[in-house]
């Protein structure tokens, strides 16, 4: 069965960085889609990147677009989220995510992905 875990999160302060890691296992394919996506509390989850299966594809959202950075190593089947200039309002639970069947471009809607992982929590204090 598929499954993925995050790692990383943490409390920083306003301007730090943090580097989220998801490791994935269980797939059917070596290589995938995957994306982040984040919750932020009393809000819904909301798309933050994706990386498409060869690494060289990548779509943010306009929150993020210039501060973080998505990256995969396929050898270790894990993807990561490298977030730079962190802003309180990036304060969320962060999830990792990818689709149940063979995908190549990254994606942005939730509707496309199957699996989900547990989440890892990012604060932000100002």
């Known amino acids: 069965q598929v499954q993925l875990v995050e790692s990383g999160g943490g409390l920083v302060q306003a301007g730090d960085s943090l580097r989220l890691s998801c490791a994935a296992s269980?797939?059917?394919?070596?290589?995938?889609?995957m994306g982040w996506f984040r919750q932020a509390p009393g809000k819904e989850r909301e798309f933050v990147a994706s990386?498409?299966?060869?690494?060289?594809?990548?779509l943010f959202s306009d929150s993020v677009e210039g501060r973080f950075t998505i990256s995969r190593d396929a050898a270790k089947n894990t993807m990561y989220l490298q977030m730079n200039s962190l802003k309180s309002e990036d304060t969320a639970v962060y999830y990792c995510a990818v689709p149940a069947g063979y995908a190549i471009l990254p994606r942005r809607s939730e509707s496309d992905y199957a699996y989900w992982g547990q989440g890892t929590l990012v604060t932000v204090s100002s």
């Open positions: 269980g797939l059917s394919y070596s290589t995938t889609t």
């Open positions: 990386i498409g299966k060869s690494g060289s594809r990548t």
